[in-house]
């Protein structure tokens, strides 16, 4: 069984302290007005596919000026509605570990027993497709709950997710903080 945290004197912390670095770069470029994630796919030293989380590629980007995502234009226009965990069927935001995977597919690049990095534990709709693509781990940084109160046997059916993923001998854990550093800032622009 994997552990629940990768602690600072695990001697594979550096490494996995390296790519969730990266990870957090690439979180720099999320325009979601929600959580900004950030993930890659590592597998034998080498990032296979990056992604953050945002609109489908040519589409409005969720900003205050762009709003392309109506549950994002909500956030803005109803700041007290508690969104947190509601309306994800109008959400048009490609999660950060969906476009992982779909930058590494566009390119042709096999991802099966590569390890994701992502900034944020995979949503539960993630975890099934990371766990459908055949990657053997997992590593975050900040844990994701499932938030709305209508929804608490999530966490349930989620923990049982984990549970058979490990079972197969794949790797799903946080890794541990130091001082966070920040990340760095610039406007790479959207994926074409």
């Not at 007005?33 to 796919?41: D, E, F, N, Q, T």
């Not at 034998?44 to 000026?65: H, I, K, M, Q």
């Not at 590569?114 to 844990?143: D, H």
Request: with cysteine.
């Amino acid at each position: 069984m994997a552990p629940d945290v990768i602690e600072l004197a695990d001697a594979s912390w550096q490494r996995h302290d390296f790519y969730m670095r990266l990870a957090l770069v690439v979180e720099t470029g999320a325009k979601c007005l929600g959580s900004h994630v950030g993930a890659i796919i590592v597998r034998d030293d080498r990032v296979l596919g990056s992604g953050y989380n945002g609109t489908p590629a040519g589409y409005p980007n969720c900003t205050e000026t762009e709003r392309g995502c109506r549950r994002c234009a909500l956030r803005i226009e109803q700041p007290d509605a508690s969104l947190s965990g509601k309306l994800y069927d109008i959400c048009l935001c490609v999660h950060a570990e969906q476009n992982a995977i779909a930058t590494a597919a566009r390119f042709g690049t096999a991802i099966d027993g590569a390890i994701l990095y992502t900034t944020l534990q995979p949503c539960f709709n993630c975890l099934k497709e990371l766990m459908q693509v055949r990657l053997r781990g997992v590593v975050f940084s900040r844990e994701w709950q499932a938030g709305h109160p209508d929804y608490a046997w999530v966490a349930d059916e989620y923990a049982r997710l984990v549970d058979h993923y490990r079972s197969k001998g794949n790797l799903f854990t946080r890794l541990a903080q130091v001082d966070r550093l920040p990340a760095v800032q610039l406007d790479i622009g959207r994926p074409s």
